[in-house]
């Protein structure tokens, strides 16, 4: 059993002034791994005075000086990796391999913002006059739990290679993973206030850094409804703010694609994370005419997936992150029956065998309408929906027939075919025959998932503003 009751302000390990306190249940075997004292509001507003205070220094820093940082953090955050990696698989049931990326991703997010300082230009001549890029400011980063360390590195990197000093709210699901993330942070060894860290509760310690006029740009990850909520708790102040949001995502099997390794890689991409990543290919669009095709090897490779425990590197599909997340991951099967899917694998109900824990069964539907629930919502759990398409122009109008537009797969043995299908495609993403992102590159959402990017020169950007000195 652990207990975290402290944030991290202005340099220091400090108790929290909040009162809550919340009992952290393991979901893979439903007993209680420890308890969270939240912070509350004043926490948060010691926090953005320390940031505040932190950033009349950081402001200034130089392009070296901020390199030198995030070696720093590097450093530390790599050091940590093992700890890191079992905190995810502990709190939220993060398969292993997933935990493992994840935790060596975080580290790297900062060597990647460095490499994008290094070339990029913070002052540059643009007509007669000199464009100054200048740190926006206070940044407050709002995290989810699907991943806290990558986000919140990754959205840190950024802050500190613009020169920003920053409040960091990870997501109060999430204190196991932002406890031990905290300490490696601590260990890099950066001036007081330059980042602080709290656990809290996301319309207390959240709304606090929403509204603040102390904070000049906030940086969140998490769901739609909850990104429109700070958009507008922001626009009071006219902070800048990038949202990075909710996602249903398609994958496009061309009939020409390799499908002893296009479906594989489409049900990775469909049940990564458990099925809880804002980028899972959670409709899977097939050519009809090889539908019966694609639902035999679907069916083969699902029964063939390991459920079960997380810290088993064999295991593919661990627990959902809680009762809450297994009760609406259950109540979308349901539905998908009641509006006239036809199920082919998993189905209601643990896995055989798992008779604690929130384990939900690898769910496949075939026949599925695009207008139904399990094809409009982000279900956020392995719940994936197969689609069958007559022609490349209707495959790219189901995959554009949805309110999000973060990341969609493509798979095909014809380049340019594929290429052609990505410049149709309202996504921020598209990946060809291939699942993982390139971390220079920008991330974000077209429509409803998102306003901004992360990552690479972009992502660096948010949090700058330009500032033209013109002279006679
Ligand atoms: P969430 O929106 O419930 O919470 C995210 C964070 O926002 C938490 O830290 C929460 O405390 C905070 N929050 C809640 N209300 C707030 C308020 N009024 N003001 C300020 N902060 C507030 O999301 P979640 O359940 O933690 O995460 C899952 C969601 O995140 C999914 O929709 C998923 O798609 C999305 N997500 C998106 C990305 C991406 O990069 N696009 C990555 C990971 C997760």
Same mark, same amino acid.
């Given at each position: 059993m652990w207990t975290i009751n402290q944030a991290y302000i202005d340099g220091q390990f400090v108790p929290v002034q909040g009162r809550e306190i919340v009992e952290c249940i393991?979901?893979?075997?439903?007993?209680?791994?420890?308890t969270v004292t939240l912070a509350d509001r004043n926490d948060a507003k010691q926090a953005i005075a320390a940031a505040q205070r932190a950033q009349e220094v950081m402001g200034?820093?130089? *392009?070296?000086?901020?390199?030198?940082? /995030?070696?720093?953090?590097?450093?530390?955050? /790599?050091?940590?990796?093992?700890?890191i990696r079992d905190t995810a698989i502990e709190e939220y049931g993060a398969p292993f391999a997933r935990a493992q990326w994840v935790s060596q991703y975080a580290s790297q997010c900062f060597a990647n913002a460095a490499q994008t300082l290094e070339a990029y230009d913070l002052v540059r001549p643009m007509g007669a006059?000199?464009?100054?890029?200048?740190?926006?400011?206070?940044?407050? /980063?709002?995290?989810?739990?699907?991943?806290?360390?990558?986000?919140?590195?990754?959205?840190?990197?950024?802050?500190?290679?613009a020169g920003c000093a920053s409040v960091i709210k990870p997501s109060e699901m999430s204190a196991l993973q932002a406890h031990t993330l905290a300490q490696a942070l601590d260990r890099a060894g950066l001036p007081n206030g330059v980042f602080n860290i709290l656990l809290g509760r996301g319309d207390e310690v959240g709304d606090e850094i929403s509204t603040s006029p102390l904070i000049a740009k906030i940086s969140f990850t998490g769901s739609t409804p909850t990104g429109k909520r700070i958009a507008r708790a922001g626009v009071e102040t006219l902070k800048r703010v990038s949202l990075a949001l909710t996602g249903k995502s398609a994958s496009i099997v061309l009939e020409d694609a390799d499908f002893n390794i296009a479906i594989p890689l489409a049900l990775n991409a469909a049940f990564m994370n458990n099925g809880q990543a804002c980028v899972a290919g959670t409709r899977l669009l #097939?050519?009809?005419?090889?539908?019966?095709? #694609?639902?035999?090897?679907? *069916?083969?490779? #699902?029964?063939?997936? #390991?459920?079960?425990?997380?810290?088993?590197?064999?295991?593919?599909?661990?627990? /959902?992150?809680?009762?809450?997340?297994y009760d609406r991951v259950q109540g979308f099967i349901r539905r998908g029956h009641e509006q006239g899917a036809t199920l082919i694998a998993g189905g209601e109900g643990r896995p055989v065998g798992l008779e604690k824990g929130y384990f939900v069964q690898p769910t496949v539907f075939a026949d599925v309408d695009n207008d139904m629930d399990i094809a409009r919502e982000e279900i956020f759990g392995p719940v994936l929906s197969i689609l069958a398409y007559d022609s490349e122009a209707h495959a790219i109008d189901i995959a554009n027939a949805t309110i999000y537009g973060l990341q969609a797969y493509v798979f095909s043995q014809q380049q340019e075919r594929a290429n052609h299908i990505a410049s149709r495609l309202e996504a921020g993403t598209v990946l060809i025959n291939r699942i993982v992102p390139d971390l220079l590159a920008p991330f974000g959402g077209f429509k409803q998932s998102g306003i901004g990017r992360e990552f690479g020169i972009l992502g660096l950007e948010a949090f700058l503003e330009a500032k033209t000195v013109a002279s006679q």
């Open positions: 393991n979901p893979t075997t439903e007993a209680v791994m420890g200034r820093t130089t *392009k070296a000086e901020r390199i030198d940082m /995030l070696k720093r953090l590097q450093a530390a955050v /790599l050091a940590s990796t093992e700890q006059a000199r464009v100054f890029m200048e740190p926006v400011g206070v940044a407050g /980063l709002i995290a989810p739990w699907n991943s806290t360390a990558g986000t919140v590195c990754s959205k840190l990197a950024s802050a500190i290679a #097939v050519p009809r005419a090889r539908l019966k095709e #694609v639902i035999e090897r679907v *069916k083969t490779l #699902v029964a063939a997936m #390991v459920v079960g425990n997380p810290q088993d590197p064999a295991t593919d599909i661990g627990p /959902l992150v809680s009762r809450a997340q």
